[in-house]
């Protein structure tokens, strides 16, 4: 079973992107789902998740901004990204909460 994410690009700072993650198995065979980010020399983050019930934890930069989704019957995660700033410049991840192996990520640009 993979986790593929998808939607990033660039955007202007205030600006809004919708990230998609797409569970090639069934969505219903995992609990917690989250999305993590990576900046360039930082480490990896997490940015929030969403349990199995649709309820939702997120990081402090994230709350207020970022909206995190599950829609089972399309086996994917979403992450609506609002009011983006330079600092949510990342490459982002979708994996399982714990995390396991990681896939490839989505590259997030915010412009200044």
């Known amino acids: 079973v993979e986790l593929q994410a998808s939607g990033g690009g660039l955007v202007q700072a205030g600006g809004s992107l919708r990230l998609s993650c797409t569970v090639s198995?069934?969505?219903?065979?995992?609990?917690?789902l989250a999305w993590y980010r990576q900046a360039p020399g930082k480490w990896r983050e997490l940015v929030a998740f969403v349990r199995r019930d649709g309820s939702a934890s997120y990081a402090d930069p994230a709350k207020g901004r970022f909206t995190i989704s599950r829609d089972n019957p399309k086996n994917t995660v979403y992450l609506q990204m609002n009011s983006l700033k330079p600092e949510d410049t990342a490459v982002y991840y979708c994996?399982?909460?714990?995390?396991?192996?990681w896939g490839k990520g989505t590259q997030v640009t915010v412009s200044s």
């Open positions: 994996n399982e909460y714990p995390a396991r192996t």
């Open positions: 198995g069934s969505i219903s065979n995992f609990g917690t």
